[in-house]
């Protein structure tokens, strides 16, 4: 059974920055894709950023995001983290991680964290 413990949500006013950790259990990890979705409020689940298990750690992010946050991973830890600068009120989601695969079509999360709050407000 693979666990997550996800921490570093919170408020935050725009402009400001926040960095979301990802423990995951398991020797899985190592050798699957991480990746991180949010849901804002009244709106669908989406990807904001994946990492692929090795060969030079290749990251995929979403445009909305791009040039802001960073996603990164520790294997030795067992942890993915997603560091996040220059918050807006639209950034403002449920936060999850996650594990899977990538595929030359892209990320597919196979297993979810519970979710951390950020909540971008002036």
């Known amino acids: 059974q693979v666990q997550f413990v996800e921490s570093g949500g919170g408020l935050v006013q725009p402009g400001g920055s926040l960095r979301l950790s990802c423990a995951v259990s398991?020797?899985?990890?190592?050798?699957?894709?991480m990746g991180w979705y949010r849901q804002p409020p009244g709106k669908q689940r989406e990807l904001v950023a994946s990492?692929?298990?090795?060969?030079?750690?290749?990251?995929n992010y979403a445009d909305s995001v791009k040039g802001r946050f960073t996603i990164s991973r520790d294997n030795a830890e067992n942890t993915v983290y997603l560091q996040m600068n220059n918050l807006k009120p639209e950034d403002t989601a449920l936060y999850y991680c996650n594990v899977g695969t990538t595929y030359s079509s892209g990320y597919v999360p196979r297993y979810w964290g519970q979710g951390t709050q950020v909540t971008v407000s002036s």
């Open positions: 398991g020797s899985i990890v190592s050798t699957y894709s």
């Open positions: 990492i692929t298990p090795g060969g030079g750690f290749t990251k």
